[in-house]
């Protein structure tokens, strides 16, 4: 457009066309008003003759009406033959086509059509319409077979003294209803019917000649039906470049009525050709005036110009000797051209000069850019590479300079290898073998001396140079002169870089020149450290330190980039958190072990997952792994299955053995689980508490009710803090009997927490969640207290050489002061008993965590008059080695195997096994679970010592125990009067 309007002639036709325009803008809206006012001239006479057809359709229904209330005055509503009085009516009434009754469900009852004339077929609806409104006549076009037009049709309600049942009808003809003849522009327009089951017919005009008749497309483009049936008078619409006039005539709700259909284009012929003269005229004016204003600027303006054009473009190419040749004078033109002429000489005069100073800038200008440009790109914080090939591209645009290329110093092959280099002839860099051995010919060039030396090294005379001989043959190849290497620092593996660049003049390194260039590798050297130590840090903030993968950082960030992904693809994303018993390992082998567990479970879960999977590292040691783009979620199952079993097979070795890591998974799935990174993470953390409470090692996916109970759980452990102080704990004695004997050895003590409105909450439900919470310390010391209570209240009653089992919790022992603990409790007054005994119950997979802690543990509190049982034996995975180093006083066998002992072969043999095993140790041994009498009779024969089970009682409460199993004991005086005697 610039260039469209770029000359002066250009410019002044452009303003003449602008005069101009007004003119035509003028004649556009006079036209526009013709063309509206010609349209509103047709709306006007068109709604004038749709509502002379409305009147006249009214009138003859309002007499078909009449004339049926006179007809059916003294008829009957229930006649199924035609009335006397219907058939005289008919007979004398010939305006009508047809005279009848319609009984409710649109039969004909009655039918008196002219001689000549078919019957008037009825719709139910119709019926139906006219019974629903008795006091108004309803009217209908309806067409009757074998004729193109429609009837309109009367229909009104037969009424006598009840309800309305029968339906008199008149049906007339159509065509007397309306007449556009008289209308210009209605005579003009087409005119379709539509009776009231929607079929349509295109007339003749009342002038006789016969329009182009609708398609069937444009009748379902105005959409008829939906025009007609909610409108209750005429109306005037546009359809495309149509006009069109609708008449609804029927009942409400029906589609009958008259379509006028008027091409709009006809309405502005009178306007158009106004428009036309007009336009023709200004445009011939306009013609006129651009023949003139062209003849005139090219004389008086564009010959002058085209002088001072040219000399400006010969000033502009180098011809400094250039003039305009315009004679002098005072017009604009001469005076222009005068000032070119002085401006021109002016040049001339100074151009030597300049040229002078602008060789002695212009390469420290080029070398200062190439400085600007590597801070430009440290600034940027370009990468090694870039910043790189970016110092060899800026130093090759310097004058002179063809070749430039970075090296470093390979002290193990004993070479300097190109990593970077520009310049059209560059490609040999590719397969450049640069020895740094200066005994050889081809190491005691420029950049084999700076890599070894760490100091520059010039080459002004390239060609001629004693230490470049073996060089030579490749610079005349290249045309180099000159070569200049400076040291540029070192990298992270401690290797020197060395830029070297080439000049095709001889001696083109000046002192100065030379200095500069060292700023310039010192500039970038500091560039290259900084990006070195910024990507270190990057990656420690982004990654993990033991595994180097991801951390929750960046591994949220790639979720949130991997559920957009998914939004747009409409698929899904699997995020899966792995956790591996890393706090485990680290308490029972150390952190160093730990650590070498976690990084080669890492490594393994990289190496075979797929490439689209991501894993990386959350808080707390667990690992997360996002599958993205999945369409089949029975193969993503399938992959966390298999990673999960792959994991339960590794063996990593330790200092005393191996370790195989535990692979529990929790997942959640996009969309259905969450929208969002954060959402996925917790859910997925949710899934793997709820995995973690399943025990084994399993794989849960996220479901709402784990929310649901999550949300629970938090509730009962806000519960369980003020539990103790509303004492809602109890505890419950199963007893333990003497299966030699039968007499009672003692009793379990059994917690239950009785809620005031959950009611009995079982301890499987509460427990882990006192564990997982801190709360099982101060529940387990208010176990002991109670328990030690019972015990010596029931040895004031006279119980002797019994004995209460109290249940110890993991988290108890691993606190380092459990047993200070307990022995500061049993010292209050009132807790010590020297007729019944305090055990406590350990299961071995909490000794065997730690076994030296857990055997001085058990050594604290068996000097303090404790008996140590270990419970569930065999279902542990303890090593027996350790089993004779524990001071224990009871096996307890776990009921998984006492459950079908009595018709299970192979648990008979384990229950054998494990008494033999007590036996050799010097154990007693306590089977629980026992319920049935084949139970019983199995482990007598066997040997066990006691027995515990619902076969003997339940748990039972402090009373219910005194008046079952202590009952006649007497009081005892000296029961609590020795407190430190401890059983043998």
């Not at 007339?172 to 019917?193: C, G």
């Not at 051209?337 to 021109?344: E, L, N, Q, T, V």
């Not at 979720?559 to 706090?583: M, P, T, Y």
């Not at 003020?722 to 809602?728: K, L, P, S, V």
């Amino acid at each position: 457009m610039r260039s469209l309007f770029g000359s002066l002639r250009s410019r002044l036709i452009a303003l003449v066309v602008l005069a101009a325009l007004p003119g035509f803008i003028v004649g556009a809206l006079n036209a526009v008003s013709m063309m509206e006012h010609a349209q509103q001239t047709a709306r006007a006479s068109l709604m004038h003759a749709l509502e002379r057809v409305t009147h006249a359709s009214a009138t003859a229904v309002e007499q078909a009406a009449s004339d049926i209330v006179v007809a059916t005055s003294h008829m009957s509503s229930h006649e199924r033959a035609c009335p006397a009085a219907l058939v005289s009516f008919a007979q004398q009434s010939r305006e009508y086509l047809d005279v009848g009754i319609a009984a409710g469900d649109g039969q004909i009852v009655c039918d008196l059509p002219q001689p000549g004339r078919v019957g008037t077929p009825l719709a139910r609806d119709l019926v139906r319409l006219a019974l629903d409104a008795p006091a108004r006549p309803i009217s209908a076009l309806v067409t009757a077979p074998g004729e193109r037009l429609p009837r309109l049709v009367v229909l009104r309600a037969l009424r006598t003294a009840g309800a309305a049942s029968q339906v008199v009808f008149e049906s007339m003809k159509f065509s007397h209803a309306f007449d556009l003849a008289d209308d210009p522009i209605a005579n003009e327009a087409r005119v379709v019917i539509v009776d009231a089951s929607g079929h349509s017919t295109e007339l003749a005009t009342a002038a006789g000649r016969r329009l182009q008749p609708l398609s069937a497309a444009d009748l379902s483009r105005l959409d008829i039906q939906r025009r007609l049936a909610p409108t209750q008078g005429p109306v005037i619409f546009r359809a495309g470049t149509n006009l069109i006039a609708l008449i609804p005539l029927g009942a409400p709700g029906m589609p009958d009525g008259i379509l006028l259909d008027l091409a709009r284009q006809d309405l502005y012929q009178g306007a158009w050709q106004q428009l036309r003269v007009s336009v023709a005229l200004l445009f011939l004016a306009l013609l006129l005036m651009l023949a003139l204003v062209w003849f005139a600027s090219d004389r008086l303006i564009m010959r002058p110009a085209l002088l001072l054009t040219r000399a400006a473009d010969r000033l502009a190419h180098g011809d400094l000797d250039t003039r305009t040749g315009l004679a002098p004078g005072t017009g604009e033109f001469s005076r222009v051209a005068m000032a070119f002429d002085r401006m021109a000489e002016g040049i001339q005069r100074h151009s030597q000069q300049n040229i002078l100073h602008l060789r002695t800038l212009k390469r420290t200008n080029q070398l200062q850019a190439v400085l600007a440009a590597i801070n430009a790109a440290i600034f940027r914080r370009e990468n090694t590479a870039q910043l790189l090939d970016t110092i060899c591209t800026s130093a090759c645009a310097v004058d002179g300079l063809p070749l430039a290329w970075v090296g470093e110093a390979n002290t193990e092959t004993g070479r300097l290898e190109p990593v970077s280099w520009a310049g059209a002839e560059s490609s040999f860099l590719a397969d450049l073998v640069v020895p740094l051995d200066d005994t050889v010919a081809a190491g005691q060039g420029p950049a084999a001396t700076a890599a070894r030396t760490g100091a520059a090294s010039v080459s002004n005379r390239f060609l001629t140079d004693a230490s470049t001989a073996a060089w030579h043959a490749l610079g005349q190849q290249l045309g180099i002169g000159s070569a200049l290497a400076v040291p540029m620092g070192v990298t992270a593996e401690g290797r020197r870089r060395v830029l070297t660049l080439y000049a095709r003049e001889a001696d083109y390194f000046s002192v100065e020149e030379i200095q500069l260039i060292e700023q310039v590798a010192h500039d970038a050297a500091f560039g290259l450290h900084l990006i070195a130590t910024e990507q270190v840090l990057a990656h420690a903030s982004t990654h993990d330190p033991i595994t180097g993968l991801p951390n929750d950082v960046l591994l949220k960030q790639r979720l949130a980039d991997a559920i957009r992904h998914a939004q747009g693809n409409r698929k899904k994303v699997v995020a899966s958190v792995l956790e591996i018993g890393f706090q485990q390992v680290v308490s029972q082998w150390g952190t160093q072990q730990g650590h070498a567990l976690f990084k080669r479970v890492g490594e393994e879960i990289t190496k075979h997952l797929p490439a689209a999977n991501f894993v990386g590292v959350l808080t707390g040691a667990r690992f997360a792994i996002i599958t993205s783009d999945i369409d089949d979620m029975d193969k993503a199952e399938w992959q966390i299955a298999e990673l999960a079993d792959r994991l339960r097979a590794l063996r990593v070795p330790m200092a005393h053995g191996y370790i195989t890591p535990m692979a529990r998974i929790g997942a959640s799935v996009y969309p259905d689980d969450g929208l969002s990174h954060e959402d996925l993470i917790d859910h997925a953390l949710e899934a793997l508490t709820q995995a973690d409470r399943d025990g084994a090692e399993s794989i849960r996916f996220f479901a709402p009710d784990i929310s649901l109970a999550l949300q629970e759980n938090r509730v009962l452990v806000q519960e369980l803090h003020d539990a103790i102080g509303r004492n809602e704990f109890i505890l419950h004695y199963q007893p333990i009997v003497n299966l030699a004997t039968g007499a009672l050895r003692g009793f379990e003590a059994l917690l239950r927490w009785m809620h005031p409105t959950r009611g009995e909450i079982s301890p499987e439900r509460f427990i882990p969640l006192a564990e997982s919470s801190g709360l099982i310390a101060p529940i387990g010391e208010w176990v002991v207290e109670q328990a030690a209570r019972q015990a010596a209240a029931w040895a004031r009653l006279g119980a002797a050489n019994l004995s209460i089992t109290i249940n110890v919790s993991a988290v108890q022992l691993r606190d380092i002061h459990f047993a200070r603990r307990i022995r500061l409790l049993l010292d209050s007054p009132g807790l010590r008993s020297s007729a019944v005994q305090l055990a406590m119950e350990v299961t071995e997979s909490q000794l065997i965590v730690d076994i030296e802690k857990s055997i001085a543990l058990l050594n604290e509190l068996k000097a303090l008059g404790i008996a140590i049982i270990i419970d569930d034996f065999g279902t542990g995975y303890s090593s027996l080695s350790y089993l004779h180093r524990l001071p224990l006083d009871v096996l307890k066998i776990d009921q998984s195997f006492t459950r079908h002992i009595d018709t299970h072969p192979l648990d008979q043999k384990i229950v054998a096994g494990i008494l033999a095993l007590a036996q050799s140790l010097d154990l007693e041994t306590v089977a629980e679970g026992i319920e049935r009498a084949g139970q019983l009779d199995v482990v007598k024969r066997l040997g066990c010592t006691y027995g515990q089970g619902f076969l003997f009682d339940r748990g039972l409460s402090a009373d219910e125990i005194q008046r079952t199993w202590l009952r006649g004991l007497s009081p005892r005086q000296d029961a609590d009067a020795d407190s430190n005697i401890r059983p043998g």
